[in-house]
């Protein structure tokens, strides 16, 4: 789906900020090689680019690609301000070019995304570029997306709203007898029928004892009636990406076991949600709905991170962890996501996607929907 008019100004602006931190620590001209970096920075993030900014003239921002943007609708289209330069050979790198036209343009020092290349890389850019000084652009452009703009909370909107229909359709259908294979296959092509650009991740169903599994690859294993059932699966739309995870029973009425262990991960999953204020450190985030379960025993084999930020990546800034450090702001999607485990039972995991807001405008914002009560399906 192309962008529309209006939204190549954001662009350009976000290009600004970044030519102004850059500008600040002395640089001359960044060369961004991160794909969500770029598609951030110009609206689209075909495959094998790089986007030189020039940090003291917008006009000589360009965008080196092996192929030209826009061939497909789900890579986006670049603004208008920008230049296009196409690559020398089926080999060449990206970086490098940006590297050796930064020299002939005489820009130096030149900022890199040193945590995006490997040190071949940056020795290739060094060896291309030889007399330019190459700094560390660090995590700027990873900072400027940490808070999202109201135009990319409503992609992410949008992608929850597809997740959420392609969810609710299986729901409909025929289960017991089907593998976790074949359920995982037809979410994503629901997805897609939906209008997502694709699954956000590969879409995880466990079953019976693979039920409540963090990144369950999906096996041959049939669904049974009194199965738990779990389900992960996320869309994207222009470029965002938003993730849902749901547990349900198969058959009849839910043993009392499974009564037990749903309620207190959705505890947990509810105590983390109303934790999700601006201002709020991460860990304590993590602590609210982490203690739920520690404090009904359950303390082995509990997911490292309770949640993540979302975005243009699946895992993205802030870590809802015990040891994270930052604080949220409002404006920040994340997931909120415990679940437990129970080897050789199965188990529960409940996840949705959110953004914080301040209490005036109304809490955390729940983006997807699909119902959280157990249901026997």
């Not at 995006?116 to 560390?136: C, E, F, N, Q």
């Not at 938003?242 to 037990?260: H, K, L, M, N, S």
Request: aromatic letters at 4%; hydrophobic letters at 40%.
């Amino acid at each position: 789906m192309s962008e529309a008019p209006h939204a190549y100004d954001v662009y350009q602006a976000r290009r600004q900020r970044l030519r102004e931190r850059c500008a600040a620590a002395g640089d001359a001209a960044a060369v961004v090689s991160r794909p969500a970096n770029i598609r951030y920075l110009t609206g689209t993030a075909p495959e094998r680019a790089a986007l030189l900014l020039g940090v003291h003239d917008p006009g000589a921002d360009v965008l080196l690609c092996a192929v030209a943007p826009g061939a497909r609708p789900e890579e986006g289209r670049p603004d208008e301000a920008l230049r296009l330069q196409l690559l020398d050979g089926p080999g060449a790198d990206p970086a490098v070019a940006a590297a050796t036209l930064a020299l002939r343009q005489d820009r130096r020092p030149v900022a890199v995304e040193e945590h995006d290349l490997t040190v071949a890389r940056h020795r290739a850019m060094a060896s291309a570029a030889p007399g330019i000084a190459l700094t560390d652009l660090g995590g700027a452009v990873e900072q400027l997306r940490y808070v999202k703009d109201e135009e990319e909370i409503s992609c992410l909107r949008i992608a929850a709203e597809i997740t959420d229909q392609a969810l609710g359709e299986l729901l409909e259908s025929i289960l017991v007898g089907r593998t976790e294979r074949h359920l995982a296959l037809e979410l994503e092509r629901r997805l897609i029928d939906h209008g997502a650009d694709g699954p956000a991740f590969a879409s995880s169903v466990g079953t019976g004892p693979n039920a409540g599994l963090a990144r369950h690859q999906p096996t041959d294993r049939r669904v049974e009636e009194g199965d738990f059932l779990t389900v992960s699966l996320g869309a994207v739309y222009r470029g965002y990406r938003c993730a849902i995870g749901r547990t349900f029973v198969i058959g009849t009425t839910p043993a009392d076991w499974q009564v037990e262990l749903y309620d207190l991960v959705f505890a947990a999953q509810r105590a983390g949600r109303e934790a999700l204020t601006p201002g709020a450190a991460c860990r304590d985030v993590d602590r609210a709905a982490r203690q739920v379960l520690t404090g009904a025993g359950y303390t082995e084999g509990l997911a490292p991170v309770t949640g993540h930020g979302v975005g243009l990546e699946n895992v993205e800034d802030p870590q809802i962890a015990p040891a994270a450090m930052g604080k949220l702001d409002a404006r920040v999607p994340v997931t909120v996501e415990p679940g437990v485990h129970l080897p050789g039972r199965g188990g529960v995991r409940i996840d949705d996607t959110l953004v914080v807001r301040p209490e005036a405008d109304g809490g955390p914002e729940l983006l997807t929907i699909t119902t959280k009560e157990l249901l026997a399906l």
